[in-house]
C-alpha cells in the first residue's frame, strides 16, 4: 500500500482525522470508521494486513469488513489522499 | 458642510462616512450604531460619501464614484454592502460567512451561504433573548477570540413577516436595538449550528466536532489568503465547540427550541 502524500497537513478531531491538502486548497474529513483505516495506511502494510488488523481490532472475521476498507482505501486513491 | 462625517471601526479597519442630506445623515447614523465609533482623523481610513445631484445620489469610495441611485434608501443599501464587502475582504481574522449570536457565555454561529437563512435566524434568536454578534460574519482571531461584527440586519418582505416585524419593500435594514436587543461583548465560539430550512419537522440533533470543520471552512470568506492558517484556526476552534445539526421550517420555533437547548 502506498504511503499518504507527504505534504497533507493532518490533525484529528474528536477522533476523526482531517486533512488539509495545501497544495489543492482541499479539506478531507473523515468519518470514524474511515479514520481507523487512515492511521493504517503507511506505507508498509499490505491491503490485507491492514484488514486484518482491523478486523482484529473490532473482534470482527476480515471477511466482513474487507468490501468496506476496499472501498476506502480506493475512496483515498480517487481523492489523491495517497501516493 | 457635512450633516454627518463620523468615523466608526468597520472589522477593525476605520472608515469614514459622510453626507450632506440630514435624513439620511440620522438614517447612518442609526444603521451604523453597532460599531465603535471614532472621533478625529483616522489614518489610512476609506472615506465614503452619499451625495445628492439633480436626479441622482450618488455613492463615493475615496473620491470616486462607485455608483448612482434613484433615492437615498438605494444609495444606503449600496453602501451598506460595499462596506460589507470591502469589510470581509480587508480583514485579517479568519473570517466565516455566519450569523452569530450571544447567549450568556455561549456564542453560537450559523455558518450558510447568501440566501441560506442566517439572517433571518439570527433575528429570530434576538428575538428569542440573545445578543446579536453579526448576521454576516463569523471573525476569529488569532487567539480564537470572536470579533463581533455588528452590521445591520437586512431582512426581506417575507422574513419580516414570519418574525412578526412590519415588512418594507425591499429590505428592510435593522440594528439589534430595534429589536430590543443587546450586542454580544464577544469571547470563545462554543456552538456551531448546521442549519437545515425547509424541513418539514424540526429537530436539533448533535454532530461530530469534525462536521464543524468542513462547515466552517466550506463557508470561509478569506481562507484563501492563507489556507494553512485557516486549516488551523478550523480545527483548533472545532476542538471546543458543540455541533448541532438543525432542520426547521419556522424560524420562530427553531429558536425557541435552539435557546431552551442551549440554556
Known amino acids: 500500500m502506498p504511503p499518504p502524500h507527504d505534504h497533507l497537513i493532518e490533525t484529528e478531531v474528536d477522533g476523526e482525522i482531517c486533512l488539509y491538502d495545501p497544495k489543492r ?23 490485507g494486513q491492514i ?15 474487507s468490501a468496506d476498507v476496499d472501498s476506502t482505501i480506493t475512496a483515498f486513491q480517487q481523492d489523491d489522499l495517497i501516493a | 458642510m457635512w ?10 479597519k476605520p472608515l469614514r462616512i459622510r453626507t450632506q ?30 451625495t445628492k445631484t439633480a436626479s441622482k445620489w450618488k455613492v463615493y469610495r475615496d473620491s470616486c464614484q462607485v455608483s448612482a441611485h434613484h433615492s437615498p434608501s438605494q444609495a444606503l443599501v449600496h453602501l451598506l454592502a460595499t462596506l460589507n464587502r470591502i469589510a470581509l475582504e480587508d ?22 451561504v447568501s440566501g441560506g437563512g442566517k439572517t433571518t435566524l439570527t433575528a429570530a434568536m434576538i428575538l428569542a433573548g440573545a445578543d446579536y454578534v453579526s448576521d454576516e460574519a463569523l ?12 452590521k445591520p440586519l437586512a ?48 429537530e436539533l440533533t448533535h454532530l461530530s466536532n469534525a462536521e464543524a470543520v468542513r462547515s466552517l471552512l466550506a463557508h470561509s470568506f478569506n481562507h484563501y489568503k492563507d489556507p494553512a492558517r485557516a486549516f488551523r484556526i ?10 448541532w445539526r438543525l432542520q426547521y421550517d419556522d424560524p420562530m420555533e427553531a429558536a425557541k427550541l435552539l435557546a431552551a437547548s442551549l440554556d
Open chain 1, 25 to 47: 486548497e482541499k479539506v478531507t474529513v473523515l468519518n470514524a470508521t474511515a479514520s481507523d483505516v487512515w492511521r493504517m495506511v503507511d506505507g508498509t502494510l499490505t491491503k
Open chain 1, 51 to 65: 484488514i486484518d488488523a482491523l478486523a482484529a481490532s473490532y473482534g470482527m472475521n476480515p471477511d466482513q469488513i
Open chain 2, 3 to 12: 450633516a454627518t462625517n463620523q468615523g466608526w471601526v468597520v472589522a477593525g
Open chain 2, 21 to 50: 442630506d440630514s435624513d439620511l445623515a440620522t438614517v447612518l447614523d442609526h444603521v451604523m450604531g453597532g460599531f465603535e465609533q471614532t472621533s478625529g482623523a483616522s489614518r489610512g481610513a476609506r472615506t465614503f460619501q452619499v
Open chain 2, 91 to 112: 480583514v485579517d481574522d479568519f473570517a466565516v460567512h455566519s450569523g452569530v449570536v450571544q447567549m450568556g457565555s455561549r456564542i453560537v454561529a450559523f455558518p450558510a
Open chain 2, 139 to 150: 471573525v476569529i482571531d488569532d487567539s480564537k477570540r470572536v470579533v463581533p461584527y455588528p
Open chain 2, 155 to 202: 431582512l426581506s418582505e417575507w422574513s419580516c413577516r414570519i418574525l412578526g416585524l412590519d415588512p418594507a419593500e425591499g429590505e428592510r435594514l435593522l440594528t439589534p436595538f430595534d429589536l430590543d436587543a443587546e450586542l454580544g461583548a464577544g469571547g470563545s465560539l462554543t456552538d456551531v449550528v448546521i442549519a437545515e430550512f425547509g424541513s418539514a419537522h424540526l
Open chain 2, 234 to 243: 478550523a480545527t483548533d476552534v472545532a476542538r471546543e465547540v458543540q455541533v
